[in-house]
């Protein structure tokens, strides 16, 4: 059997005149790749405006009442209000969200790889919030599994696996 995960076509004629369907680069049928590519930016539309729109209320709000955040949060760590977090998450999380969203929608050759950095990004700011406020909240594991899922459209999007 021929390996076709690489070929840039979609159809294919063998020596018998049968027309058999070949994955194209993102080894993936052309209409699953249009999914694909629409639940990406979907994914990353959503992290990119919560992100931008959390951390704003953060940096509007700086003692967290509008979030419903309370100060006490941050006791054990460097930061006396929300406004530096909230900085760190509109631009880092939000930005990079922000920059892949535009490159797929551009269809720019680095979308995916800057796809991967908004999920790798999201996820690191998870598990640093974690980390420093001790405390698990269950939107920091949706946000974690939406991390997962771009990482994984990403990856496959880029041609790394076959499904």
């Known amino acids: 059997m021929m390996n076709v995960s ?9 020596s018998s005149g049968t027309t058999v369907v070949l994955y194209d680069s993102c080894n993936c049928l052309r209409l699953n790749c249009k999914v694909m590519r629409l639940l990406l930016f ?18 509007c709000y700086p003692d967290g009442s509008f ?22 998450l509109a631009v880092a999380v939000g930005g990079t969200s922000l920059i892949a969203v535009v490159l797929n929608v551009l ?3 680095m979308r995916y790889n800057w796809a991967i950095a908004a999920a790798v ?18 939107l920091q594991f949706v946000y974690l599994l939406l991390a997962l899922m771009v990482l994984l459209l990403s ?3 880029k041609g790394k696996w076959v499904v």
């Open 42 to 59: 979907l994914l990353l539309a959503f992290i990119a405006l919560s992100a931008v729109a959390s951390g704003m209320m953060m940096l």
């Open 6 to 14: 690489r070929l840039n076509v979609a159809f294919h004629k063998i």
């Open 67 to 88: 979030l419903g955040f309370s100060v006490t949060l941050l006791k054990d760590t460097v930061f006396q209000s929300f406004a530096i977090p909230g900085i760190i």
């Open 107 to 109: 269809a720019h050759p």
């Open 121 to 138: 990004v999201l996820a690191g700011w998870i598990f640093v919030q974690i980390t420093l406020i001790n405390t698990l909240h269950w």
């Open 155 to 157: 990856w496959q999007l």
